[in-house]
């Protein structure tokens, strides 16, 4: 029995994912679980493991290619398996469907937790359920709920009627990134045209020839070939990480009225404890820096400051305070920037926090984050000290009220005691969404974290 499988939805709305790499060709025989190709979503590079034992029958997409949700990317001959006619009765929902066992999704593991549950996220496009279906002789992968119920694959590779012309098209065209883009340039409509390509994919070649035909002024057949590469210049598509970011990014800066807030702060009593810390033998195995000190400052002035851990719910007309901090902390990584989360950071001890930074930033570089911990952010930090960075105007992650700069920490002369001295000093910006938190609130939160951090002793008369 042939087994398709279809790209699953690995959580929080993304609507497609590339092929990053098979870890197995035609002909293999691969076990229940076993990692068979690993995907590169918006937000991180997933593993995919099987969910049938038995041989690769078909690879659907080539590495590179972008496959959308719901779209099948893999076909595997199985021994029983199944029921033919539980198989048969996917549909678009997928409710019928049988499900494999998808073991390692991290945004599956997570997605009936309460912070999940509790966070509203806006804007978050639909997606298809997947469905792991029989493969049928048709030339067309995707199941239509209206259509009959496909038939399981024989050896005799027979013609197929063309579908009947009530059933309901797809929810858009089969195409690439690149495709569409030249569709939309060349102002042809993708819902119009038969694909040329494997299973009904609209190609470039048919995108120009429907071009070619139209009438004069409503699209334009390309002229000259796309730019040559050359040493003066070059060309990345923009994709994954990057496109992510800048969509997130103009979301939140013409969505959230910004408001950004600055506070010089003398750390040099904060400086001293860590060095006591870096000496404390029974901290050796912790490397508590001056983000894990902040990170505290910051979840204990949430605690008297409970507007700025808190979210718009545009669609329910409703602002939504968390009783949990899930920590965002801004990583720069080779694939561009992420913002993982701490779940619950709140409730950590200075150690534990630290060896939950250290952890994240070491997964986040590799781009192992789990999709889970891409998303349900309530509020984030971001280090541009680390670049040498005195002060910014940060952005909101999307769906959070604030987001905390860390400047780098110098050595500076300044008043001290009635004279002057060099001292530790650091300046902090925070941004939050005006609608949301008010300037006293902002700026108290800010004052807070001031305080802690030129005298953390004082943290134990805020908790």
Known sequence: MLLDFRLPDLGEGLTESEIVNWHVGVGDTVTLNQVIAEVETAKAIVELPSPYAGIVARLYAEPGVTVNVGEP???????????????????????????????????????????????????????????????TTTTAPAPLASA???????????????????????????????????????????????????????????????????????????????????????????????????????????????????????????????????????LTEHRIGILAIVAKALCIALTRNPSLNTHWDEAAQEIVEFHYVNLGIAAATPRGLVVPNIPDAGDLTLPALADALALLTATAREGRTEPARLAGGTISITNIGVFGIDAGTPILNPGEAAILAMGAVRREPREHDGGIALRDVMTLSLSFDHRLVDGEQGSRFLADIGTMLRDPARALAMV
């Open 73 to 135: 990317i893999v076909s595997f001959e199985v021994e029983g398996g199944a029921a033919p006619d539980a198989a048969a009765r996917s549909t678009d929902s997928g409710a019928d469907a049988p499900q494999p066992n998808l073991v390692g999704y991290g945004a599956r593991a997570e997605s009936g937790t309460p912070q999940r549950r509790a966070r509203r996220a806006v804007g978050e496009a639909p997606v298809v359920p997947a469905a792991e279906t029989v493969s």
């Open 148 to 282: 009959p119920a496909p038939e399981t694959t024989t050896q005799t590779p027979a013609p197929t009627p063309s579908r009947p012309s009530t059933a309901q098209p797809a929810e858009r065209p089969r195409s690439t990134p690149p495709v569409r883009k030249l569709a939309h340039d060349l102002g042809v409509d993708l819902a119009q045209l038969m694909g040329t390509g494997e299973h009904g994919l609209i190609t470039r070649d048919d995108v120009e020839a429907a071009a070619s035909v139209m009438p004069s002024g409503v699209g334009t057949v390309p002229n000259q070939p796309a730019p040559e590469p050359s040493a003066r210049q070059t060309r990345t598509p923009i994709r994954s990480v990057r496109k992510h970011t800048a969509a997130a990014m103009v979301q939140s800066a013409f969505t959230a009225p910004h408001v950004t807030e600055f506070l010089a702060v003398d750390v040099t009593a904060t400086m001293e404890l860590l060095a006591r810390l870096k000496q404390d033998r029974a």
